[in-house]
């Protein structure tokens, strides 16, 4: 390290590069190290193309990287997802930072917005992204929309958003955060924030999975600058680095770099055992531009992109955790499953099996009706634990005044928003007992109505410090019928997506050693676990793509 002399930071030229090189600079700073900015162009700022087009690998490092070894500079900052998962000879990360919200942003010009659909994308929108891990997912959940090529750095992609010449784009939530980028002057909507300029939605990415390390910044240096190494140890995130080290490996696994159609989140979690516990989800679809042989639809071949396949694992340990992920998925053999819940139209979860090869029969075993109600209190908030509760609610009462709507997760609040509403709360735990506490925190003493089944097992509720401000109210009941359609009773996978379906189930039929278990939700697991019966996975979220995660991934 260079005594009493400011070090060089090599960073690329655009905004978003160089607020980066900023932030680490200010880091530097805060641990006495004086530094200084020195800009590199590198292949990625030069040619144009998607990056699915771009040959190799690093091409927004590369430059970068190269003067680094030949001392040029002394250290670099990388978007860590840019970097090529192989190690570069003489280099090594020396910190990295906190991560920014590793989510994906959709912005949407407000003349096409749709609230009612998914994303509240109009239908057929055209939607900006030259990523292919991102063109997969968005055409898995709206095969309607048409992906069209976008380049440039951030604030070039709005303005081309803005001139309409795309109804919607989609790029990393962080970069936009970053930059706090607002209207031009001039424009309809001057001087405010994108996010209010246009319709923003934050897109988890437990739901669209991210690339993996995004949101994260790399500081990297040459292996022989030891003190320098040292130095950087007091501004490294270890949590951070440890999880984006899981991500990475399994892009490295798959030898891929930024071109791949991969999407890895890793986070680690307490569990209620006070273990730590790594989560893992990744979106894998074939390699890009899809082989003709491996399209399986018209629609597919249109776009030239297949179906992504979803998976959700777990583990104590980190040691072996990413090998052990991609021996699964590259071992992945397709199943014949039982779907304790009819089919819907346009089922996402019905796709995404056929996606993968498996075999699909779709039918509940137990019907629903309505029950008529009065609500005769006003409350606060009014929170649905079931797509069924929202269905019968708002069959009978369809307007709810000033209450603001909570949902035990993204599924339910997807047949709220098909209702004409939206939630301002959404569940996102597998584990029904942590919505509940993390909505009482949300709403203290507000007086909350729970529209409901008969013999609801109200696990929110009872998370609620005041049982004076809980409204109990049936809209609906169930009515149990066991007998299966399906002549061919040998499904190789169940999955229970209810405790009343687990119970009618097993009141004519039983379950052969053979047959693998999925459960959605805790208390449709502890519902097996009274037949006896121990769920091999249980669904991460309460949707389907939980499901079809847990399914895909036993």
Same mark, same amino acid.
Request: aromatic share 8%; hydrophobic share 35%; with cysteine.
């Given at each position: 390290m260079k005594k009493n002399k400011a070090l060089i930071i090599g960073s690329r030229g655009s905004d978003l590069a160089l607020w980066q090189a900023n932030f680490v600079l200010s880091e530097l700073k805060k641990i006495g190290i004086p530094a200084e900015i020195k800009i590199i162009k590198t292949q990625g700022d030069v040619v144009q193309l998607g990056w699915d087009k771009l040959e190799g690998k690093g091409f927004f490092t590369k430059e970068i990287e190269d003067a680094l070894l030949n001392?040029?500079?002394?250290?670099?900052?990388h978007s860590h997802k840019d970097l090529p998962t192989g190690k570069s000879k003489g280099l090594i990360i020396g910190a990295v930072s906190e991560r920014e919200d590793p989510s994906e942003l959709l912005l949407i010009n407000k003349n096409v917005v749709d609230e009612k659909e998914k994303f509240f994308l109009k239908k057929n929108a055209r939607i900006g992204t030259s990523s292919a891990r991102r063109k997969t997912q968005i055409l898995a959940w709206r095969e309607d929309v048409k992906v069209e090529d976008l380049r440039g750095n951030v604030p070039t992609r709005i303005q081309k958003l803005r001139d309409h010449k795309y109804d919607a784009v989609l790029i990393a939530n962080a970069g936009v955060a970053r930059l706090d980028l607002k209207a031009p002057a001039g424009s309809p909507h001057a001087g405010t924030s994108v996010y209010e300029e246009f319709c923003s939605l934050i897109l988890s990415p437990k739901e669209f999975i991210p690339a993996p390390a995004q949101g994260v910044l790399a500081i990297q240096v040459r292996e022989e600058d030891n003190d320098l190494i040292g130095k950087l140890k007091e501004i490294n995130c270890q949590g951070v680095s440890e999880t984006i080290g899981i991500e990475r490996k399994i892009l490295s696994l798959f030898e891929g770099g930024c071109q791949l159609p991969l999407g890895v989140y890793c986070e680690k979690e307490e569990n209620q055992e006070g273990e730590m516990i790594y989560k893992v989800r990744v979106a894998k679809a074939e390699n890009f531009p899809v082989p003709q042989k491996s399209v399986k639809t018209t629609k597919e071949m249109s776009q030239g992109i297949s179906y992504p396949k979803y998976f959700y694992f777990e583990s104590r340990k980190e040691e072996g955790f990413a090998e052990r992920i991609v021996d699964r998925?590259?071992? #992945?053999?397709?199943?014949?499953?039982?779907?304790?819940?009819?089919?819907?139209r346009d089922d996402f979860l019905k796709k995404g099996l056929l996606a993968s090869g498996c075999s699909v029969t #779709?039918? !509940?075993?137990?019907?629903?009706?309505? /029950?008529?109600?009065?609500? $005769?209190? $006003?409350?606060?908030?009014?929170?649905?634990?079931?797509? %069924?509760?929202?269905?019968? #609610?708002? !069959?009978?009462?369809?307007?709810?005044?000033p209450a603001k709507l909570g949902a035990v997760g993204r599924a339910t609040a997807d047949e709220i928003r098909k209702c004409g509403k939206r939630a301002e709360f959404i569940g996102n735990s597998d584990d029904t007992r942590m919505t509940g506490k993390k909505f009482s925190a949300l709403v203290g003493n507000s007086v909350v109505l729970f529209p409901q089944a008969k013999q609801s097992m109200k696990?929110?509720?009872?998370?609620?410090?005041r049982r004076e401000n809980v409204i109990d109210i049936v809209v609906y009941e169930t009515i149990k019928n066991p007998e299966f359609k399906s002549e061919d009773k040998n499904f190789e996978v169940l999955v229970f997506t209810s405790p009343s379906n687990v119970e009618t189930f097993f009141e004519k039929n039983?379950? %052969?050693? %053979?047959?693998? /278990?999925?459960?959605m939700g805790d208390s449709t697991s502890n519902a097996l676990r009274k037949m006896g019966v121990r769920a091999n996975k249980m669904a991460p979220s309460f949707d389907d793509l939980g499901l079809l995660m847990a399914v895909l991934s036993l």
């Amino acid at each position: 390290m260079k005594k009493n002399k400011a070090l060089i930071i090599g960073s690329r030229g655009s905004d978003l590069a160089l607020w980066q090189a900023n932030f680490v600079l200010s880091e530097l700073k805060k641990i006495g190290i004086p530094a200084e900015i020195k800009i590199i162009k590198t292949q990625g700022d030069v040619v144009q193309l998607g990056w699915d087009k771009l040959e190799g690998k690093g091409f927004f490092t590369k430059e970068i990287e190269d003067a680094l070894l030949n001392k040029e500079i002394d250290l670099a900052v990388h978007s860590h997802k840019d970097l090529p998962t192989g190690k570069s000879k003489g280099l090594i990360i020396g910190a990295v930072s906190e991560r920014e919200d590793p989510s994906e942003l959709l912005l949407i010009n407000k003349n096409v917005v749709d609230e009612k659909e998914k994303f509240f994308l109009k239908k057929n929108a055209r939607i900006g992204t030259s990523s292919a891990r991102r063109k997969t997912q968005i055409l898995a959940w709206r095969e309607d929309v048409k992906v069209e090529d976008l380049r440039g750095n951030v604030p070039t992609r709005i303005q081309k958003l803005r001139d309409h010449k795309y109804d919607a784009v989609l790029i990393a939530n962080a970069g936009v955060a970053r930059l706090d980028l607002k209207a031009p002057a001039g424009s309809p909507h001057a001087g405010t924030s994108v996010y209010e300029e246009f319709c923003s939605l934050i897109l988890s990415p437990k739901e669209f999975i991210p690339a993996p390390a995004q949101g994260v910044l790399a500081i990297q240096v040459r292996e022989e600058d030891n003190d320098l190494i040292g130095k950087l140890k007091e501004i490294n995130c270890q949590g951070v680095s440890e999880t984006i080290g899981i991500e990475r490996k399994i892009l490295s696994l798959f030898e891929g770099g930024c071109q791949l159609p991969l999407g890895v989140y890793c986070e680690k979690e307490e569990n209620q055992e006070g273990e730590m516990i790594y989560k893992v989800r990744v979106a894998k679809a074939e390699n890009f531009p899809v082989p003709q042989k491996s399209v399986k639809t018209t629609k597919e071949m249109s776009q030239g992109i297949s179906y992504p396949k979803y998976f959700y694992f777990e583990s104590r340990k980190e040691e072996g955790f990413a090998e052990r992920i991609v021996d699964r998925i590259k071992g #992945f053999k397709p199943s014949s499953v039982f779907i304790s819940r009819d089919e819907k139209r346009d089922d996402f979860l019905k796709k995404g099996l056929l996606a993968s090869g498996c075999s699909v029969t #779709f039918q !509940s075993l137990i019907e629903t009706k309505p /029950v008529p109600f009065k609500i $005769r209190n $006003r409350p606060d908030w009014i929170f649905f634990s079931s797509k %069924n509760a929202v269905k019968y #609610f708002f !069959s009978q009462h369809p307007e709810i005044g000033p209450a603001k709507l909570g949902a035990v997760g993204r599924a339910t609040a997807d047949e709220i928003r098909k209702c004409g509403k939206r939630a301002e709360f959404i569940g996102n735990s597998d584990d029904t007992r942590m919505t509940g506490k993390k909505f009482s925190a949300l709403v203290g003493n507000s007086v909350v109505l729970f529209p409901q089944a008969k013999q609801s097992m109200k696990t929110i509720q009872l998370q609620l410090p005041r049982r004076e401000n809980v409204i109990d109210i049936v809209v609906y009941e169930t009515i149990k019928n066991p007998e299966f359609k399906s002549e061919d009773k040998n499904f190789e996978v169940l999955v229970f997506t209810s405790p009343s379906n687990v119970e009618t189930f097993f009141e004519k039929n039983k379950i %052969n050693g %053979n047959q693998k /278990v999925v459960a959605m939700g805790d208390s449709t697991s502890n519902a097996l676990r009274k037949m006896g019966v121990r769920a091999n996975k249980m669904a991460p979220s309460f949707d389907d793509l939980g499901l079809l995660m847990a399914v895909l991934s036993l």
